[in-house]
Structures are given as structure tokens and as C-alpha cells.
Antibody
């Protein structure tokens, strides 16, 4: 059974950094593209970043230069490193498997950026 | 970026009704469109891909159609468990973009 388990959410001040983790099981992360999607409180879904199986990465303009995405294949984990956090980054962050059709999702982790 | 405009933003219907949601893309996305269902406090669930293909295990009362820039999503014979917010999402190009969502309530 494919599962994605997330961790790392926190209440954090503007300007700080945070790293989110997403551990996959039931499949090999190395052969899959992985995507992060976020949802601000009471709002819709917004694509954040993708890391392809070949390591290529892409980011939404709103996070470009502040966020990075990486993977540690040996422990089946994908990360979202978030720097220079802003209040508008407050959201539930979901990791998902895939780059186009998001069939498997993590449970979501809340990041609250506030002073 | 491709803008996805979804309507209505909310609707209320009776059990057994047929409900339809529309999604319009700001440019041609062929049939590269997904539909998701999100229940309160949960991660979204993929219901349909390629505009009209039903994900395995999804009830056949859900259907989708369209290509290019105009798409529809239909729930025939609405059930109480269908109360949720539904999103369209294009995968023609990056960044992937979603519609604003349609909240479906049961009368």
C-alpha cells in the first residue's frame, strides 16, 4: 500500500526557515516524481514545487529563490526546505506522488508563519 | 500561467439530484485535466484524469467531459457522502494550476 507520511510543520516567525519531510512507503521514491502543494486556511489548492525522478526541480513564482526541494532516495524521503518565510506562506502543505496526476497524498502538515 | 475558472463556487442539492460543475481554462489544455474531491480536514482525492477517465474505485455516478478550454464534471444521483469541495486541475504545463473549488452541500 502506498503511503506518504509528513512531518515538520510548525508555528514560526517571519523570516525564519523550516524543513518539511515526506516519507514514502509501498513504492520506491527514486523512480517517481514528487510534488508539494499547499492550501492556505479556508482557501484552494496551490502547486508549490516538483522534483522529477531525474532530479530536475521547478517552483511556483511565489516561492522561487526561497524554497528548495530535494530527495533522499535511500530513506525514501522528499524534503521541502523553506527559507525567508512570509506570513502568506501560512498553509497546510501536502506532498504528493506524481507530477501531473496526484493520486497519492500525504496527510498534510500545517505551517503557520506569524509574529 | 494557465488560469482555471471553476463555477459555481458553491451549490446545494438534494440527494438523488444531478449536479454539474464547469471548469474553463485560459488556454487550450487538450484533455489534460483532473478532478479532485476534498472532504473537510482531509487531503484531496483524485476522481478523474484526462478529463473523462474515472480513477479506479471511484463510483460511476461521477463523470467528466470536455477538451480544449471547457470542461464539465457531473455527479449523477448525488449521495450524502458526496458533500465535499471539488477542484479541477490542469496538467498541460507548469505551474500546475487548480480551479478555485466548488463546495457541494446536501439540502
Amino acid at each position: 500500500e502506498v503511503q506518504l507520511v509528513q512531518s515538520g510543520g510548525a508555528f514560526i516567525q517571519p523570516g525564519a526557515s523550516l524543513r518539511l519531510s515526506c516519507v514514502g512507503s509501498g513504492f520506491s521514491l527514486s523512480g517517481n516524481h514528487m510534488t508539494w502543494i499547499r492550501q492556505a486556511p479556508g482557501q484552494g489548492l496551490h502547486w508549490v514545487s516538483v522534483i522529477y525522478s531525474n532530479g530536475t526541480t521547478h517552483f511556483a513564482d511565489s516561492v522561487k529563490g526561497r524554497f528548495s526541494i530535494s530527495r533522499h532516495n535511500s530513506i525514501n524521503t522528499v524534503y521541502l526546505q523553506m527559507n525567508s518565510l512570509r506570513t502568506e506562506d501560512t498553509a497546510v502543505y501536502f506532498c504528493t506522488r506524481g507530477a501531473a496526476n496526484f493520486e497519492y497524498w500525504g496527510q498534510g502538515t500545517l505551517v503557520t508563519v506569524s509574529s | 500561467d494557465i488560469q482555471m475558472t471553476q463555477s459555481p463556487s458553491s451549490l446545494s442539492a438534494y440527494v438523488g439530484d444531478t449536479v454539474t460543475i464547469t471548469c474553463q481554462a485560459s488556454q487550450d489544455i487538450r484533455t489534460y485535466l483532473n478532478w479532485y474531491q476534498q472532504k473537510s480536514g482531509r487531503a484531496p482525492k483524485l476522481l478523474m484524469f484526462d478529463a473523462s477517465s474515472l480513477e479506479a474505485g471511484v463510483p460511476s455516478r461521477f463523470s467528466g467531459s470536455g477538451s480544449g478550454t471547457k470542461f464539465t464534471f457531473t455527479i449523477s444521483s448525488l449521495q450524502p457522502e458526496d458533500m465535499a469541495t471539488y477542484y479541477c486541475q490542469q496538467y498541460d504545463s507548469l505551474p500546475r494550476t487548480f480551479g478555485q473549488g466548488t463546495k457541494v452541500e446536501i439540502k
